[in-house]
T-cell receptor, first 113, second 117 residues
Framework: SQQGEEDPQALSIQEGENATMNCSYK?????LQWYRQNSGRGLVHLIL?????REKHSGRLRVTLDTSKKSSSLLITASRAADTASYFCATDGRGAGSYQLTFGKGTKLSVIP | GAGVSQSPRYKVAKRGQDVALRCDPI?????LFWYQQALGQGPEFLTYFQNEAQLDKSGLPSDRFFAERPEGSVSTLKIQRTQQEDSAVYLCASSFLGLAALTDTQYFGPGTRLTVL
């Protein structure tokens, strides 16, 4: 079963605009990760944020985590056409089985040149 | 270095046929995972290996699904008597660390798209 849920399900923006995607999850976590998946391809790891972190940056990516609300957001600044892909958040569980990643359904991002 | 590779990339099977999907993890990676991704969904966990030991197979949907990693490197996911509901993309991932570590980054292969007619 899916633990996380991304919002929105689909997002269409113009090149140069910022894109924000949100993820909510249900159980306590050690870490939350964001992945990108281009059509017909595997998942590419973007960023990992630990449960004791609130914000993390990597290039044009900014991730926030609010464990009290069990939610995270991914911001892509100055979007490019190449950012067009599906974006998934993935959480692990605490304790036994923490290696299992549980993914949401993803946000499909379209960046229009 | 080379990433995770999977073969075949596409597989079409007739209902009832057996299939075998191969995964070559990144060299030296201890952990190996299989996930199933249905159309329009996120990946769902199937099974986990630490070296050659299958430590968790709780996500395998039925006893028709079987996975092995006999020498602790290459892994094969076998599906017997395929059904239409088995149609999905099967993703393999590997990570450097083993079970003792907290979550380590998982590196995914391109997947095998299985279509059961």
């Amino acid at each position: 079963s899916q633990q996380g849920e991304e919002d929105p399900q689909a997002l269409s923006i113009q090149e140069g605009e910022n894109a924000t995607m949100n993820c909510s999850y249900k159980t306590s976590i050690n870490n939350l990760q964001w992945y990108r998946q281009n059509s017909g391809r595997g998942l590419v790891h973007l960023i990992l944020i630990r449960s004791n972190e609130r914000e993390k940056h990597s290039g044009r990516l900014r991730v926030t985590l609010d464990t009290s609300k069990k939610s995270s957001s991914l911001l892509i600044t100055a979007s490019r056409a190449a950012d067009t892909a599906s974006y998934f958040c993935a959480t692990d569980g605490r304790g036994a089985g923490s290696y299992q990643l549980t993914f949401g359904k993803g946000t499909k991002l379209s960046v229009i040149p | 270095g080379a990433g995770v590779s999977q073969s075949p990339r596409y597989k079409v099977a007739k209902r009832g046929q057996d299939v075998a999907l191969r995964c070559d993890p990144i060299s030296g990676h201890v952990s190996l995972f299989w996930y199933q991704q249905a159309l329009g969904q996120g990946p769902e966990f199937l099974t986990y290996f630490q070296n050659e030991a299958q430590l968790d197979k709780s996500g395998l949907p039925s006893d028709r699904f079987f996975a092995e990693r006999p020498e602790g490197s290459v892994s094969t996911l076998k599906i017997q008597r395929t059904q239409q509901e088995d149609s999905a993309v099967y993703l393999c991932a590997s990570s450097f660390l083993g079970l003792a570590a907290l979550t380590d980054t998982q590196y995914f292969g391109p997947g095998t798209r299985l279509t059961v007619l």
